[in-house]
Protein backbone atom coordinates (compact mmCIF):
# COMPACT_ATOMS: atom_id res chain seq x y z
CA UNK A 1 0.00 0.00 0.00
CA UNK A 2 3.04 2.16 0.81
CA UNK A 3 4.33 1.61 -2.63
CA UNK A 4 1.24 2.27 -4.45
CA UNK A 5 0.91 5.36 -2.57
CA UNK A 6 4.17 6.66 -3.42
CA UNK A 7 3.86 5.09 -6.90
CA UNK A 8 0.44 7.57 -7.54
CA UNK A 9 2.13 10.34 -5.87
CA UNK A 10 5.26 10.48 -8.06
CA UNK A 11 7.53 9.01 -5.99
CA UNK A 12 8.33 6.11 -8.65
CA UNK A 13 8.28 5.47 -12.18
CA UNK A 14 5.38 7.46 -13.95
CA UNK A 15 3.75 7.24 -17.25
CA UNK A 16 6.24 8.59 -19.97
CA UNK A 17 5.87 12.42 -20.22
CA UNK A 18 3.78 13.14 -24.09
CA UNK A 19 6.65 14.07 -26.43
CA UNK A 20 6.56 17.68 -27.25
CA UNK A 21 6.65 18.94 -31.01
CA UNK A 22 9.84 20.74 -32.29
CA UNK A 23 8.58 21.11 -35.96
CA UNK A 24 9.24 24.93 -36.40
CA UNK A 25 6.95 27.67 -37.19
CA UNK A 26 5.32 27.87 -40.99
CA UNK A 27 6.39 31.35 -41.86
CA UNK A 28 3.35 32.97 -43.57
CA UNK A 29 2.67 32.89 -47.14
CA UNK A 30 1.30 36.02 -46.81
CA UNK A 31 2.43 39.10 -48.83
CA UNK A 32 3.18 42.35 -46.46
CA UNK A 33 -0.03 44.54 -46.52
CA UNK A 34 2.00 47.44 -48.06
CA UNK A 35 2.91 45.49 -51.24
CA UNK A 36 -0.45 44.55 -51.56
CA UNK A 37 -1.78 47.88 -53.62
CA UNK A 38 1.04 47.63 -55.94
CA UNK A 39 0.65 43.89 -56.83
CA UNK A 40 -2.75 44.37 -57.57
CA UNK A 41 -2.05 47.44 -59.87
CA UNK A 42 0.60 45.77 -61.90
CA UNK A 43 -1.65 43.93 -64.24
CA UNK A 44 -2.55 47.73 -65.31
CA UNK A 45 0.37 49.35 -65.47
CA UNK A 46 2.07 46.62 -67.61
CA UNK A 47 -0.78 47.52 -69.96
CA UNK A 48 -0.56 51.23 -69.85
CA UNK A 49 3.47 50.19 -70.43
CA UNK A 50 2.30 48.33 -73.43
CA UNK A 51 -0.23 50.11 -75.05
CA UNK A 52 0.93 53.88 -74.40
CA UNK A 53 4.16 54.10 -72.52
CA UNK A 54 6.34 52.36 -75.08
CA UNK A 55 4.33 53.96 -78.02
CA UNK A 56 5.07 57.68 -76.68
CA UNK A 57 8.75 56.63 -76.00
CA UNK A 58 9.01 55.25 -79.38
CA UNK A 59 7.23 58.63 -81.12
CA UNK A 60 9.89 60.83 -78.53
CA UNK A 61 13.06 58.78 -79.84
CA UNK A 62 11.26 59.35 -84.03
CA UNK A 63 11.22 63.18 -83.57
CA UNK A 64 14.84 63.02 -82.88
CA UNK A 65 15.33 61.19 -86.19
CA UNK A 66 14.98 61.98 -89.90
CA UNK A 67 12.57 58.98 -90.76
CA UNK A 68 10.91 58.35 -93.94
CA UNK A 69 10.27 55.61 -96.61
CA UNK A 70 13.90 54.93 -96.37
CA UNK A 71 13.80 53.65 -92.71
CA UNK A 72 10.48 51.72 -92.52
CA UNK A 73 10.88 49.75 -95.73
CA UNK A 74 12.13 45.77 -95.24
CA UNK A 75 15.58 46.44 -95.41
CA UNK A 76 15.46 49.77 -93.32
CA UNK A 77 18.79 51.92 -92.94
CA UNK A 78 19.65 54.17 -89.62
CA UNK A 79 17.79 56.94 -89.30
CA UNK A 80 20.05 59.60 -89.28
CA UNK A 81 19.97 61.79 -85.89
CA UNK A 82 18.56 65.51 -86.10
CA UNK A 83 18.76 66.91 -82.43
CA UNK A 84 16.56 69.55 -82.32
CA UNK A 85 16.30 69.93 -85.95
CA UNK A 86 12.49 68.48 -86.38
CA UNK A 87 11.44 70.66 -83.34
CA UNK A 88 13.09 74.15 -84.82
CA UNK A 89 11.36 73.49 -87.71
CA UNK A 90 8.40 72.97 -86.26
CA UNK A 91 8.03 76.40 -84.41
CA UNK A 92 10.10 77.93 -87.35
CA UNK A 93 6.70 76.97 -89.85
CA UNK A 94 3.87 79.18 -90.28
CA UNK A 95 1.59 76.61 -90.26
CA UNK A 96 2.13 75.92 -86.32
CA UNK A 97 1.15 79.02 -85.48
CA UNK A 98 -1.60 78.47 -87.70
CA UNK A 99 -2.56 74.86 -86.33
CA UNK A 100 -2.01 76.21 -82.55
CA UNK A 101 -4.45 78.89 -82.91
CA UNK A 102 -7.45 76.73 -84.60
CA UNK A 103 -6.67 74.17 -81.83
CA UNK A 104 -6.71 76.03 -79.11
CA UNK A 105 -9.89 78.30 -80.29
CA UNK A 106 -11.77 75.14 -81.52
CA UNK A 107 -10.98 73.61 -78.02
CA UNK A 108 -11.75 77.01 -75.74
CA UNK A 109 -15.59 77.63 -77.82
CA UNK A 110 -16.19 73.49 -77.45
CA UNK A 111 -15.33 72.44 -74.15
CA UNK A 112 -17.31 75.53 -72.81
CA UNK A 113 -20.27 74.88 -75.01
CA UNK A 114 -20.00 70.84 -74.37
CA UNK A 115 -19.90 71.76 -70.44
CA UNK A 116 -22.90 74.43 -70.43
CA UNK A 117 -25.27 72.40 -72.95
CA UNK A 118 -24.45 68.71 -70.60
CA UNK A 119 -24.98 70.75 -67.24
CA UNK A 120 -28.33 71.69 -68.73
CA UNK A 121 -29.43 68.73 -70.21
CA UNK A 122 -27.98 67.22 -66.39
CA UNK A 123 -30.26 69.48 -64.80
CA UNK A 124 -33.36 69.26 -67.34
CA UNK A 125 -33.11 64.80 -66.79
CA UNK A 126 -32.92 65.81 -62.86
CA UNK A 127 -36.49 67.03 -62.85
CA UNK A 128 -38.21 64.51 -65.17
CA UNK A 129 -39.87 61.86 -64.22
CA UNK A 130 -38.14 58.15 -63.85
CA UNK A 131 -39.42 56.68 -67.41
CA UNK A 132 -38.67 59.97 -69.73
CA UNK A 133 -35.61 60.77 -67.88
CA UNK A 134 -34.64 57.09 -69.12
CA UNK A 135 -36.38 57.27 -72.35
CA UNK A 136 -34.46 60.74 -72.93
CA UNK A 137 -30.88 59.18 -71.86
CA UNK A 138 -30.97 56.45 -74.07
CA UNK A 139 -31.82 58.84 -77.12
CA UNK A 140 -28.59 61.34 -76.49
CA UNK A 141 -26.51 58.67 -75.74
CA UNK A 142 -27.26 57.20 -79.25
CA UNK A 143 -25.31 60.52 -80.20
CA UNK A 144 -22.33 59.87 -77.62
CA UNK A 145 -21.76 56.16 -79.20
CA UNK A 146 -22.26 57.21 -82.75
CA UNK A 147 -18.59 56.65 -83.89
CA UNK A 148 -16.40 60.07 -85.37
CA UNK A 149 -16.65 58.54 -88.52
CA UNK A 150 -20.41 58.32 -88.69
CA UNK A 151 -21.09 61.54 -86.60
CA UNK A 152 -18.55 63.54 -89.29
CA UNK A 153 -20.55 61.83 -92.28
CA UNK A 154 -23.74 62.79 -90.70
CA UNK A 155 -22.76 66.66 -90.58
CA UNK A 156 -21.47 66.41 -93.56
CA UNK A 157 -24.43 65.99 -95.19
CA UNK A 158 -26.19 68.05 -93.07
CA UNK A 159 -24.13 70.76 -94.23
CA UNK A 160 -23.86 70.00 -98.13
CA UNK A 161 -23.53 72.68 -100.48
CA UNK A 162 -26.14 71.19 -102.64
CA UNK A 163 -28.03 68.90 -100.82
CA UNK A 164 -27.61 69.76 -97.42
CA UNK A 165 -30.66 70.14 -94.76
CA UNK A 166 -28.94 73.46 -93.29
CA UNK A 167 -29.27 75.40 -96.26
CA UNK A 168 -32.59 74.02 -97.18
CA UNK A 169 -34.02 75.29 -93.49
CA UNK A 170 -32.19 78.44 -93.82
CA UNK A 171 -33.75 79.00 -96.94
CA UNK A 172 -36.92 79.06 -94.91
CA UNK A 173 -36.74 81.76 -92.89
CA UNK A 174 -38.64 84.91 -94.02
CA UNK A 175 -36.07 86.84 -96.47
CA UNK A 176 -36.58 90.01 -93.57
CA UNK A 177 -35.65 87.38 -90.73
CA UNK A 178 -32.75 86.09 -92.54
CA UNK A 179 -31.30 89.38 -93.74
CA UNK A 180 -31.58 91.05 -90.18
CA UNK A 181 -29.73 87.73 -88.35
CA UNK A 182 -27.59 87.03 -90.81
CA UNK A 183 -26.98 89.69 -93.29
CA UNK A 184 -28.45 87.41 -96.56
CA UNK A 185 -31.51 85.64 -97.16
CA UNK A 186 -30.55 83.60 -100.23
CA UNK A 187 -28.51 80.30 -98.90
CA UNK A 188 -28.41 78.01 -102.10
CA UNK A 189 -25.46 76.85 -102.83
CA UNK A 190 -23.67 78.24 -99.37
CA UNK A 191 -20.34 76.25 -99.44
CA UNK A 192 -19.91 75.21 -95.51
CA UNK A 193 -17.07 73.62 -95.95
CA UNK A 194 -14.55 75.11 -98.10
CA UNK A 195 -13.76 78.17 -95.90
CA UNK A 196 -11.72 77.26 -92.50
CA UNK A 197 -14.21 79.63 -89.96
CA UNK A 198 -17.29 77.46 -91.59
CA UNK A 199 -15.58 74.43 -91.41
CA UNK A 200 -14.66 75.05 -87.68
CA UNK A 201 -18.29 76.25 -87.13
CA UNK A 202 -19.70 72.97 -88.25
CA UNK A 203 -17.12 70.92 -86.49
CA UNK A 204 -17.79 72.64 -83.22
CA UNK A 205 -21.54 71.89 -83.79
CA UNK A 206 -20.57 68.28 -84.60
CA UNK A 207 -18.51 68.11 -81.50
CA UNK A 208 -20.74 69.10 -78.73
CA UNK A 209 -23.59 67.22 -80.37
CA UNK A 210 -21.69 63.96 -79.66
CA UNK A 211 -20.20 65.20 -76.40
CA UNK A 212 -22.56 66.70 -74.73
CA UNK A 213 -24.35 63.35 -73.28
CA UNK A 214 -21.52 62.42 -71.50
CA UNK A 215 -21.44 65.64 -69.46
CA UNK A 216 -25.23 65.04 -69.09
CA UNK A 217 -25.33 61.76 -67.55
CA UNK A 218 -22.58 62.50 -65.44
CA UNK A 219 -23.78 65.65 -63.96
CA UNK A 220 -26.94 63.76 -63.83
CA UNK A 221 -25.22 61.05 -61.32
CA UNK A 222 -24.00 64.07 -59.58
CA UNK A 223 -26.90 65.10 -58.64
CA UNK A 224 -28.66 62.62 -57.68
CA UNK A 225 -25.87 61.83 -55.14
CA UNK A 226 -27.29 65.68 -53.34
CA UNK A 227 -29.64 65.55 -50.32
CA UNK A 228 -32.64 66.61 -51.57
CA UNK A 229 -33.21 68.25 -48.13
CA UNK A 230 -31.10 71.22 -49.26
CA UNK A 231 -33.19 71.84 -52.28
CA UNK A 232 -36.07 71.86 -50.02
CA UNK A 233 -34.44 74.14 -47.59
CA UNK A 234 -33.74 76.61 -50.50
CA UNK A 235 -37.28 76.57 -51.85
CA UNK A 236 -38.63 77.32 -48.33
CA UNK A 237 -36.25 79.87 -48.28
CA UNK A 238 -37.29 81.48 -51.48
CA UNK A 239 -34.22 80.86 -53.62
CA UNK A 240 -33.94 81.39 -56.82
CA UNK A 241 -33.29 78.84 -59.24
CA UNK A 242 -29.99 80.21 -60.34
CA UNK A 243 -28.90 81.19 -56.73
CA UNK A 244 -29.78 77.43 -55.90
CA UNK A 245 -27.50 76.17 -58.57
CA UNK A 246 -24.75 78.92 -57.25
CA UNK A 247 -24.83 78.07 -53.92
CA UNK A 248 -25.84 74.39 -53.52
CA UNK A 249 -25.38 72.45 -56.82
CA UNK A 250 -22.08 74.15 -58.47
CA UNK A 251 -20.22 74.27 -55.12
CA UNK A 252 -21.40 70.21 -53.90
CA UNK A 253 -20.70 69.27 -58.21
CA UNK A 254 -17.24 71.00 -58.37
CA UNK A 255 -15.27 67.71 -58.04
CA UNK A 256 -17.46 66.47 -60.96
CA UNK A 257 -17.35 69.92 -62.84
CA UNK A 258 -13.11 69.92 -62.72
CA UNK A 259 -13.03 66.18 -63.93
CA UNK A 260 -15.51 66.73 -67.02
CA UNK A 261 -13.13 69.68 -67.93
CA UNK A 262 -10.06 68.48 -67.79
CA UNK A 263 -11.26 65.09 -70.09
CA UNK A 264 -13.49 67.55 -72.71
CA UNK A 265 -10.09 69.72 -72.92
CA UNK A 266 -8.29 66.47 -73.74
CA UNK A 267 -10.66 65.09 -76.09
CA UNK A 268 -10.98 68.69 -77.71
CA UNK A 269 -7.28 69.28 -78.33
CA UNK A 270 -7.09 66.44 -80.10
CA UNK A 271 -9.85 66.00 -82.69
CA UNK A 272 -8.86 64.38 -85.95
CA UNK A 273 -11.00 62.65 -87.40
CA UNK A 274 -14.50 64.97 -87.76
CA UNK A 275 -12.04 67.41 -89.16
CA UNK A 276 -10.32 65.27 -91.31
CA UNK A 277 -13.72 63.77 -92.42
CA UNK A 278 -15.34 67.75 -92.50
CA UNK A 279 -12.32 69.54 -94.08
CA UNK A 280 -12.21 66.20 -97.01
CA UNK A 281 -8.65 65.26 -96.26
CA UNK A 282 -5.73 67.25 -95.95
CA UNK A 283 -5.90 69.69 -99.16
CA UNK A 284 -7.12 72.63 -97.17
CA UNK A 285 -3.73 73.37 -94.89
CA UNK A 286 -5.82 76.57 -93.55
CA UNK A 287 -7.90 74.76 -91.74
CA UNK A 288 -5.45 72.25 -90.11
CA UNK A 289 -5.10 71.95 -86.07
CA UNK A 290 -2.36 70.35 -84.76
CA UNK A 291 -3.55 66.77 -84.93
CA UNK A 292 -4.26 66.80 -88.44
CA UNK A 293 -0.95 68.80 -89.39
CA UNK A 294 1.20 66.06 -87.83
CA UNK A 295 -0.79 63.35 -89.76
CA UNK A 296 -0.52 65.23 -92.75
CA UNK A 297 3.56 65.73 -92.07
CA UNK A 298 4.18 61.99 -90.94
CA UNK A 299 2.08 60.41 -94.01
CA UNK A 300 1.60 62.49 -97.22
CA UNK A 301 4.03 61.76 -99.82
CA UNK A 302 6.96 62.18 -98.99
CA UNK A 303 6.63 60.96 -95.64
CA UNK A 304 8.45 63.21 -92.85
CA UNK A 305 7.84 60.60 -89.78
CA UNK A 306 10.25 62.06 -87.69
CA UNK A 307 8.70 65.97 -88.17
CA UNK A 308 5.31 64.73 -87.65
CA UNK A 309 6.70 62.92 -84.31
CA UNK A 310 7.62 66.09 -83.30
CA UNK A 311 4.28 67.77 -83.41
CA UNK A 312 2.56 65.67 -82.08
CA UNK A 313 4.91 65.59 -79.06
CA UNK A 314 4.65 69.28 -79.20
CA UNK A 315 0.93 68.81 -78.94
CA UNK A 316 1.54 66.23 -76.08
CA UNK A 317 3.52 68.39 -74.11
CA UNK A 318 0.87 71.29 -73.97
CA UNK A 319 -2.09 69.19 -73.24
CA UNK A 320 0.04 68.21 -70.32
CA UNK A 321 1.26 71.74 -69.15
CA UNK A 322 -3.03 73.18 -69.50
CA UNK A 323 -4.28 69.66 -67.54
CA UNK A 324 -1.40 70.23 -64.87
CA UNK A 325 -1.60 74.07 -64.18
CA UNK A 326 -5.43 73.19 -64.08
CA UNK A 327 -5.11 70.05 -61.67
CA UNK A 328 -2.72 71.88 -59.33
CA UNK A 329 -5.74 74.94 -58.82
CA UNK A 330 -7.67 72.28 -58.33
CA UNK A 331 -5.50 70.87 -55.48
CA UNK A 332 -4.66 74.04 -53.95
CA UNK A 333 -8.71 74.69 -53.65
CA UNK A 334 -9.34 71.45 -52.05
CA UNK A 335 -6.48 72.06 -49.89
CA UNK A 336 -7.82 75.45 -49.10
CA UNK A 337 -11.28 74.08 -48.01
Known sequence: MAQTSTVARGGGHSAPARRRSHRPARRSSRLPSWVVPYVLLLPGLLVIAILLLYPLYQMVDMSFHKVGLRQIRPNPQPAEFLGLGNY????????????LRNTVVFAAITVALTLVAGTLVGLLLHRLGKKMSTF????IMAAWATPPTATAIIWKWLFDADAGVANWALNLLPDGLSSLLFGRSDWSGEPWLNDPSTIYLVLVVAVVWASFPFIAVSVLAGLKSIPSELYEAARV?????????????FPLLRPVFSVLLVLSVIWDFKVFTQLYVLAGGTTNRESFNLSLWAYT?????????????????????????????????????????
Open 297 to 337: EAFSAPPKMGFGAAIAVVLTLIMLLITAVYVRQIVKTEDVR
Open 136 to 139: VIVG
Open 237 to 249: DGSAPLTTFRKIT
Open 88 to 99: TAVFESELFWTS
